[in-house]
Structure formats: C-alpha cells, structure tokens
C-alpha cells in the first residue's frame, strides 16, 4: 500500500498532528527541505511531508540517507512547540522515543535509542531522526524528519553490517499503522516536555536508551575521548565519565560510537 494520506488518515488519533496539510509525492529531494519550504510559507503545527523515494535523503551533518523507493518511511514532521528554542533539540528525543513505541506496538520488535537520533535493533541503525530549526513571523519551527527502514533494500549492502530493516526480523507492517502509531506516542511526547521539560520524558527516555552505562567512544572535530556514559541532564546532554571526572556532551558537537561495535 503506497503512502497516500488517505490510506492513513482514518487511522489517526491525534489532536493536530497530520490534521492539517500532508504533502505526498512518490519522489521528493527529501521531506525536511521540503516541509522547510512549507514551514516558510507559514504552514501550521502539525504539518506532514512524506513520500515513496527521496533523492537527496539527508542525516546529519550533510551526511547522506539512503532512501529507496517503497524501502521504508521517510516522513517530516512540522512542529511549532510550545517550549523555548534552547529546549528544542529535546524533540528529537520525542521523535526517538515515540518511534520506539510505534515500531513496538505494531511489530512487537523492541528497537532501543542510540543517543542521542538513532534506533538500534540487534546493535545496529533501524531508523534515524534528524531535527532542524526555523524562525519565522509566528516565532520558531522545528521538522523532525524520521526515515525509518522498514523492507530489506532500505539501506545499501555496504551499510549492511551496521543498518537493519524491521523485514529482517518480522512480518512488513502496514506503514501507515507505523505513521499514526508514531504521531500519537510524538503528540504525547511533546506535551509531556511542553508541561515539565525533560522530566515530562526523563523516566521512559533512560529505560529505553540504550547508550547509558555503555563504554562509549565521543568523536568530536577537535578531540575524541572514551568514557562511561552515565546519565542525561535536564538539558538532554549526555553525562560521560572520563578518569573520574563527568563530561558534558551535547548533541549537535559530536559522534557517538559503541567501544564494542556501532552501539
Ligand atoms: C541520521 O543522520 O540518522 C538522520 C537520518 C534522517 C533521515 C530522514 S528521512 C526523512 C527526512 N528527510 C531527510 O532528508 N532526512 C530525514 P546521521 O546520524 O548523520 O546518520 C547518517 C548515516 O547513517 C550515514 O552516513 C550512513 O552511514 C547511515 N545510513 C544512511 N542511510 C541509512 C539507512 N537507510 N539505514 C541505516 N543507516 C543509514
């Protein structure tokens, strides 16, 4: 079944997100730079912008996503969060954690968060999440872009040792039950951070993450270290420990590698 919102409108039950506008075409570049567009043209809260196949699919950093046609679902969300723009990369954790429940309530497979955008499925990449932030006249913006593997051709056989697709291990759901699944767990998500910040999220967030108490490797642009990551502060910035002393890290400076592996 493609994409189409009126295959997965009648599914939704949320308040506003994808009541609104959902752009679908079978091929775009890729939804965050095309809901960024609507974004700037004013498009509301809770706007969606998905498709078949993106031709410049994009992780962080400019990194390439690998997102063939029909492999999976690459889907941007517009949200416009009632929380101060310093609190808005905790969104992604929203994204990841919503993920989480949809992909377990409707595959019953228990994907983990890799801190602080990844999915983990038997240590390696079922899904990304990639966040980016506007301002405009209505204040700021945020589209959370998710592409989520979903059919076996969903990554390329070079990423195969550390990218995983839900077909691998069950039955292909219906995606667009993963998509109304997804926007009612990252509606409740939001408001839980949108009343009491990370600690609306903090006690889900720490039993699904599966980075905390791990040996981890941080690869920043000018140094690199190796610690215990411990905790997460109310700021979503990862806590390492390193020689006794506790290293603050935060999202955007860096890569976060397993000492053992991707994980
Ligand atoms: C991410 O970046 O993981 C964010 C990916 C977000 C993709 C969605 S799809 C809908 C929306 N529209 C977009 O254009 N993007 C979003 P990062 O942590 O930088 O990871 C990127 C790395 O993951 C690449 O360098 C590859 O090594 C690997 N990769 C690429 N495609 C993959 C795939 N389909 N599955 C698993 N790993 C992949």
């Given at each position: 079944m493609s994409l189409l919102p009126t295959h997965w409108t009648p599914l939704l039950t949320t308040r506003?997100?994808?009541?609104t506008v959902s752009h679908y075409e079978?091929?775009?570049?890729?939804t965050n730079l095309v809901l960024k567009d609507m974004a700037k043209q004013g498009a509301p809260h809770g706007s969606l912008c998905l498709c078949e196949?993106?031709?410049a699919g994009r992780g962080r950093m400019d990194r390439q996503w690998s997102s063939p046609e029909?492999?999976?679902?690459w889907l941007s969300v517009l949200l416009r969060p009632n929380i101060p723009a310093e609190h808005a990369p905790l969104i992604t954790f929203c994204c990841a954690l919503a993920m989480t429940k949809a992909v377990r309530q409707i595959t019953g497979l228990e994907a983990q968060i890799k801190w602080p955008n990844d999915l983990v499925l038997k240590g390696r990449k079922l899904c990304g999440i990639l966040l980016e932030m506007g301002f405009d006249a209505q204040g700021y913006y945020v589209v959370a872009g998710t592409g989520l593997n979903?059919?076996?051709?969903?990554?390329?056989?070079?990423l195969a040792d550390r990218a995983i697709s839900i077909e691998e291990w069950t039955d292909v759901p219906d995606r667009g039950a993963v998509i109304a699944a997804y926007l009612a767990a990252l509606e409740d998500a939001v408001s839980a951070i949108e009343q009491r910040g990370f600690a609306g999220l903090a006690e889900d967030f720490r039993r699904e993450c599966?980075?905390?108490g791990s040996q981890v490797q941080v690869l920043g642009t000018d140094s690199s270290f190796t610690g215990v990551a411990e905790d997460i502060d109310e700021t979503g910035a990862l806590l390492v420990r390193v020689d006794g002393e506790l290293r603050r890290v935060l999202a955007g400076d860096v890569s976060v590698r397993g000492v053992m592996g991707y994980v």
């Open positions: 506003a997100l994808g009541r079978h091929t775009l570049t890729s196949c993106q031709t029909g492999q999976g679902v979903v059919r076996r051709g969903a990554y390329p056989p070079e599966i980075t905390l």
